[in-house]
């Protein structure tokens, strides 16, 4: 669009006439004064309570106010990517204690891209073929337990797994075809189980480098340090969980020649196969912005307010008869934050978990919240302060009317 057909298409917006009289600030993503537009209404999207989980279906989390800033502040100048993916996995890298970093368009992108690395190197033309090889595919050492959703984004770069059981089966598999060890973090604990420190050490042994997936494993913010101690080339965590950056960021970091390599293999390059997992601007200032806050933040305080949170709406909706309502932490690794399990006498309170669930999102303001036959399960770290009561009143509701 020309310039003057941009303006023109401006004028058009009924907030913009106050932006034209001030020249080129016209492309600047000015801040409205107030909220006078509803998108969610405009568009006709119900907005949801998450008394679940940090979920992709659920819009992951709600960005930090810091990360709001480095967004907004950003948005009016152009950048060079190249410099800012330095600039900022630099920072990162820095703060976590490691070689290199870089933004990715999440934890699932961080995967493919660092297997990417592993195979391509900064091979030139290996990179221009991927994931379309001519003869044997690169393999992947995974633990049987640890086959997972997510980890078809190791296999669309091509590379195929080979699955072991116990450190004897994993130290016979390496071959010349081994590109890569991945670990699921919260994977099951499969027969015999190989330890992190054993994982490593096999690859290490075989010159192949060892990847960890934690997408989901902060808290505590200790596991931001610890698999790089241990020894793991690649690790990589979401933005859009418990970290609160942009949903549709993440992070990989560890070994200097295997980022320069997964950097190779993603955009702002035309061609590679992660040019379509493009990250903007704004959102490597914002996960910046998460990472650095999540480091600083004061996580003793915050556990805190949650116990405290949870303590506070147990005993309000013990307030209804038979209800019992108690506290439970998940051991993690993955999501290890308190939450809620709910139950009743289900003679008296004539509803399972799931018809508290479905009635709580098909009502007003439309609430999602995990339950079963058994119990209700109420995930409390992600309401906001003023969705408490919305939860616990709605919840008491419903069970009240089912007697
Ligand atoms: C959420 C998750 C991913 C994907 O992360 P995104 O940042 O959404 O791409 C990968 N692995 C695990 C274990 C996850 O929990």
Known sequence: MKRRELVKSLAALPLAGGIIGSGLSAFAAEKPAAPTRDFFKELGVTPVINAAATMTFLSGSLMLPEVMDAINSTSHHFANMYELQDKVGAKIAEMLHVEAAMVTSGAACAMLLGTAACITGLDAKKIKILPNFVGERPEVIIQKSHRYLFDQAITTTGAKFVEVEGAEEMDKAFNANTVMALFFNAGEVGKNPISHEKFVELSKKHKVPSFIDAAADVPPVENLFRFQKIGFDLVTFSGGKMMRGPQSAGVLFGRKDLIEAARANHS????????????????????????????????????????????????????????????????????????????????????????????????????????????????????????????????????????
Request: proline share 7%; aromatic share 6%.
């Open 268 to 403: 702002p390059n035309e061609a590679p196969i992660g040019r379509p997992m493009k990250v903007n601007k704004e959102e490597m200032f914002g996960m910046y912005a998460a990472i650095k806050s999540y480091i600083e933040r004061d996580h003793k305080k915050e556990w805190q307010d949650w116990l405290d949170r949870a303590a506070r709406m147990n005993k309000a909706l013990e307030a209804v008869p038979t209800v019992k309502s108690k506290t439970v932490i998940s051991p993690g690794p993955a999501n290890a934050f308190p939450g809620l399990e709910v139950t009743w006498d289900q003679s008296k309170i004539k509803v399972t978990g799931e018809d508290v669930k479905t009635a709580l999102k098909d009502g007003t303001p439309s609430i999602v919240i995990n339950g079963n036959k058994n119990a209700l399960h109420v995930g409390i770290v992600l309401l906001k302060p003023e969705e408490v009561d919305i939860v616990v009143n709605r919840v008491k509701e419903v069970l009240s009317k089912a007697v």
